[in-house]
């Protein structure tokens, strides 16, 4: 069983950083994609960004997150980070870790709540 725990959000102005945290227990961390999802009051989970397990990692990032938002891990720590920059107020929304885990489950922390304010 993995157990996946965010840090990090809060409330921030419009142009304003925040930076996300998720360890990971267990040991399978590094063999493993991990992603950030988020979703806003009355939308539904929506893809962020992710960061393979191989080498330096390749990174992905919804269009909307493109340029702002940087993905990155330290598999030492076993821990996934987001540093999200030029926050806007439609980045509003609770931000969600997420381990894929090949040919097995999904794995998803608790959330962690953002909230930038205009």
């Known amino acids: 069983q993995v157990r996946l725990v965010e840090s990090g959000g809060g409330l921030v102005q419009a142009g304003g950083s925040l930076r996300l945290s998720c360890v990971a227990s267990g040991s399978i961390f590094r063999l493993n994609t991990m992603g950030w999802y988020r979703q806003a009051p009355g939308k539904e989970r929506e893809f962020v960004a992710s960061i393979t397990s191989s080498g330096s990692g390749s990174t992905n990032y919804a269009g909307s997150v493109k340029g702002r938002f940087t993905i990155s891990r330290d598999n030492a720590k076993n821990t996934v980070y987001l540093q999200m920059n030029s926050l806007k107020s439609e980045d509003t929304a609770v931000y969600y870790c997420?381990?894929?885990?090949?040919?097995?489950?999904?794995?998803w922390g608790q959330g962690t709540q953002v909230t930038v304010s205009s």
């Open positions: 997420n381990m894929d885990v090949t040919f097995g489950p999904n794995y």
